[in-house]
Structures are given as structure tokens and as C-alpha cells.
């Protein structure tokens, strides 16, 4: 079927939706699924009425034939989110889950193997949040005649699914067992709706959910100034599942958006029931943090991207309790720290903690590990902590060659050293060590 005929049958079939004329709606949707079976926003649509009408059975069929070629297709955040609607549906159905989770859940990484969210399928908002169930109403059948030549049914050939393989590795998702992840897509999501211009989350509320972005693109402003954006694939709002602390950023809708919220509350239950999703998670956030902090920091932003794959690697976890001193004032420096979980205080020899904590995401140790100059002031856990800790040794490995990153530590090192000389004589200023 051409795409002039299928764009006048779509206009045909919205026209009858206009007019409550379901039936005859769904019929022409129907005729345009029949020649054209990879039109996924027509068999969503189909779907939708089905399930308008009170045909649940049916309904959940289709939603899960267009999850499945969502997922075949790499689409996998817009098949999780009708994966939702078919729970609200039938809370019972878990074969759409089973056979995305079998797609996806834990295999071998590949280097590269990123996720690629096409944009080519779009979810129908409608969908996603269905209108509150009402008895279905009875309408005529369409009157109409349905003007289509016989040259434009021309029915397109099945494309074969691409093999496992060739699908992304979705981080959180992708590290988890099938039936973990059957129980993750089940009780720790929820698929939302926000219409353009409708704000997401407010810079400084207090944090409770992560978002995955299904389809659409959001604004992240700081202090009223948009400074990026996110487009379909991309995760936001991911700090909330480590600290309920307040959000850094606004994040408004650009267009309308679909996305998967997952409450803090909904994955710390799982947590304490399922190894594998705290794993998961742990390594979600080493990677999410890793890449903020390679992108952010002033030492790592002129690294190529040989220098930061190998400066991500020899990164290793260590944890430490509530007082325990992780850098020691006047001692060599051991290795760069990446704080992933908690809050570490700073303070010298004479027990002055007048220094602002770190908090997640915070680098210290960096100078004294570049310089090879003794660490300038002590830092100690305030609660239990989660670090990511490189030796000192590779870090000026990974680091030496690159000529930018030798001026700017040393840059960086004459502002620490001021401000040390200013906090030992007044006892003010900024540090991090």
C-alpha cells in the first residue's frame, strides 16, 4: 500500500473518531494493518480500541504483537511502557514480559553495543493513559464506502527479527536474569504521560524516582537556563535511587513525552529481595557517575576517548564505615576517589571541619595523586560510604601523556594550594582535596 493511500486511510479513520464512530475506526484500521503489518502506531491504535469496546482479550493480543516488534526492533523502553498497559489490563498476562526479558535480560556486553531508540514508531499518548473504563457505547456500523484500488493492496513482506545478538544492552535491565527482570518490568515501573511545556521534575524538590525517556525529548534548566537535552533512550533523575536529596535541575517536557518512572521506594523493596537488581544497579550508577564525572571534570574533559575508556576500567569499588579516614593529612596520595554512595567530611590536623562535605559524585584526591605532593588536608566517611578508587600510579599513567590535562592539573593545584594557605590563616574557604 502506498504511503498517499495509507496516510488518506489514517485521515478516513480519525475522521470516523471524531464523529464516535469506534467501529468504523477500528475497521479502517484494521484494513490499513492488514496491508501494512510493520505500522506499529496503527496496530497501537488498534489495540486501543479494542480495548475501548471491551474487547480486553483481543487488546492485549495486539499490544503484545507490537511489543514484540518493538523489541525486535531495539525499541525497548517503548515496549516496556505497553508492557504496562497490558498489566493494567490484565494484571495476569506475562508473556509480552517473558518474551522482551528473554531479549533482552543478562547476556554478554559487547564494546559499542549501545542503546539506539529509532524514531521512526511513536507511542500513541492515548495508549499509554488510557481514558477511565466506561461502559462500552454501541454505535452503527459505517455507512461510508471504502474507496481503495486493487493495485494498492499490496501486502509488505514480514522483515525477519534481527538476531539477539544485534538488540542493545540496556543498562540496569540487561545485567538481570530473566525472571528478575520480568519482576523489575512488573513492580518497580510505571509508564507516565506529560504533555509539551508540562514540567517533570522541579529543580530542588526532594528526589523519589528515576525516569527513562520512551519517546519525546525534555529540557534540563538549572536556575531557569536550559543546559541540555535528552532525547528518547536517556535516563534522568537517576541520584533519587541513591539519596532522596533535592533535585539539581528542572526538567520540562519540549514535546509530548512518554516515560518509565521507577520509585525509589518500589526498587529499595526489590533491592532488599533481589541480589541481582542491587548489583545491577551498583553497576548502573559506577557507569552513570563515571561518565558524569569524565564529561564534567576539568582534568578528564580534554582526554580522548582511548584515555577515558582506560581511566573508566582501572576504577575499582571500595566501601568504608561511618569515621573511618580514607585520605590522611601530610601523607603521600594513594589514588583518585569517585564518592558513589554517602557523605565524606574534610578537616586538617587540627580537627577543622570548616570545609565543605562531599557528596555523591565528588572527585578528591586528584592533586596529591598527579603532583606526588603529600595530601593536603584528611577526609573521613560521616556515614556508611561507596567509593570508586584508581592508584595513583595509573592514574598518572592513564593521565601523563596528554599535555592539556598536565596544565590544568597544575593549574588546579596553585587554586588548592591558595585556598589551603587562606583556610589555614582565616579559617574560610573551599577545598577539595
Known amino acids: 500500500m502506498s504511503e498517499d493511500v495509507v496516510r488518506r486511510q489514517k485521515d478516513r479513520a480519525a475522521q470516523f473518531l471524531s464523529k464516535g464512530r469506534v467501529p468504523a475506526a477500528l475497521e479502517e484500521y484494521r484494513r490499513i494493518l492488514k496491508a501494512v503489518p510493520g505500522e506499529l ?38 515496549a516496556t511502557a505497553l508492557c504496562r498497559v497490558i498489566l493494567s489490563l ?43 473504563a466506561t461502559a462500552p457505547p454501541v454505535f452503527e456500523r459505517a455507512d461510508e464506502p471504502v474507496e481503495i484500488e486493487l493495485e494498492d493492496l499490496i501486502f509488505e513482506a514480514e522483515p525477519p527479527p534481527p538476531p539477539r545478538s544485534a538488540l542493545p544492552s540496556i543498562p540496569l535491565f540487561s545485567s538481570l536474569d530473566t525472571e528478575t527482570f520480568m519482576v523489575l518490568l512488573r513492580e518497580a515501573m510505571e509508564a507516565r504521560v506529560f504533555a509539551a511545556g508540562e514540567t517533570i521534575l522541579n529543580e530542588g524538590a526532594p528526589g523519589e524516582s528515576m525516569f527513562a525517556l520512551a519517546q ?21 533523575g537517576e541520584m533519587a535511587l541513591l539519596t532522596g536529596a533535592p533535585r539539581l535541575a528542572t526538567v520540562v517536557a519540549v514535546n509530548d513525552v512518554v516515560a518509565l518512572e521507577f520509585p525509589r521506594a518500589a526498587m529499595e523493596s526489590l533491592i532488599n529481595k533481589h ?53 590522611h593529612e601530610g601523607q603521600p596520595g594513594v589514588g583518585v576517589f569517585l564518592l558513589l554512595r554517602g557523605t565524606c567530611r574534610v578537616f586538617n590536623q587540627a580537627g577543622t571541619s570548616a570545609y565543605p562535605d562531599l557528596a555523591e559524585g565528588d572527585t578528591f584526591g586528584e592533586i596529591s595523586a598527579v603532583m606526588q605532593l603529600p595530601v593536603t588536608a584528611s577526609v573521613a566517611a560521616k556515614e556508611n560510604v561507596v567509593v570508586l578508587r584508581i592508584g595513583a600510579h595509573a592514574f598518572r599513567t592513564i593521565l601523563g601523556s596528554n599535555d592539556v590535562v598536565k596544565k590544568q592539573v597544575l593549574s588546579l593545584a596553585s587554586e588548592r594550594m591558595t585556598r589551603t594557605a587562606k583556610q589555614a590563616l582565616y579559617d574560610d574557604g573551599d577545598l577539595r582535596v
Open 41 to 78: 502506531t496503527v496496530r497501537q491504535k488498534v489495540a486501543e480500541l479494542l480495548a475501548r469496546q471491551g474487547h480486553t482479550k483481543e487488546a492485549v493480543a495486539e499490544y503484545a504483537e507490537t511489543v514484540r516488534r518493538y523489541a525486535e526492533q531495539g525499541q525497548f523502553f517503548k
Open 90 to 132: 490484565d494484571p495476569k498476562h506475562d508473556d509480552a514480559q517473558r518474551q522482551l526479558a528473554e531479549l533482552y535480560a543478562a547476556r554478554e556486553k559487547k564494546p559499542g553495543n549501545l542503546v539506539v531508540v529509532k524514531a521512526s514508531a511513536t507511542l500513541d499518548p492515548d495508549s499509554i493513559a488510557p481514558k477511565p
Open 216 to 236: 519525546g525529548t525534555v529540557s534540563v534548566q538549572r536556575a531557569g537556563r536550559e543546559v541540555a537535552q535528552m532525547h528518547e533512550g536517556d535516563f534522568f
Open 275 to 327: 541480589l541481582s537488581i542491587k548489583r545491577g544497579l551498583d553497576a548502573f550508577f559506577r557507569e552513570r557517575l563515571l561518565a558524569n564525572v569524565l564529561r564534567a571534570n576539568p582534568l578528564f574533559g580534554a582526554l580522548d576517548e582511548s584515555q577515558r575508556a582506560a581511566l573508566g576500567a582501572a576504577f575499582v569499588s571500595e566501601a568504608f564505615k561511618a569515621g573511618d579516614v580514607i585520605l
